[in-house]
C-alpha cells in the first residue's frame, strides 16, 4: 500500500491549488519586474532630458546669442564659454546617471 500525499496527487484539488498559487507568484513576480523597469526607464529619461536642457540651455543658446549678436549683455567672452563648458560637464554627468539607472533594469 501506498500512501500518497494530497499535494503529490495530480488528481487532488489541493495540488490544483498550489499549482496555480505558483503561476500566480511567477506573474506577479514578473509584473513587479515589468513596474521596477518601467520606473526605471522613465527615471533615465527624466535625467536624460534633464541633460539636454541643460546642454541647450546653458550652453547652447548663450553662445548663439554671442555669436549671432542677440544678446546686450556685457559679459566677457570667457565668462560665456566657461558657463557653456560647466552646462556642458553638468549635462554629460545628467545623462551618465541616467545610463546608470538603466544598468538597474531586471530581467
Known amino acids: 500500500m501506498t500512501v500518497s500525499h494530497p499535494i503529490l496527487d495530480p488528481q487532488s484539488d489541493l495540488c490544483n491549488v498550489h499549482v496555480m498559487f505558483f503561476q500566480v507568484a511567477g506573474v506577479l513576480a514578473t509584473s513587479v519586474h515589468f513596474v ?63 545610463r546608470w539607472f538603466l544598468g538597474r533594469l531586471r530581467e
Open 36 to 98: 521596477h523597469n518601467e520606473r526605471t526607464k522613465l527615471t533615465a529619461t527624466w535625467f536624460n532630458g534633464l541633460a539636454a536642457a541643460l546642454v541647450a540651455a546653458g550652453g547652447f543658446a548663450p553662445l548663439a546669442a554671442l555669436l549671432y549678436g542677440f544678446s546686450d549683455l556685457r559679459l566677457e567672452k570667457a565668462y560665456i564659454f566657461v558657463l557653456a563648458a560647466l552646462c556642458g560637464v553638468g549635462g554629460l554627468t545628467l545623462h551618465w546617471m541616467g
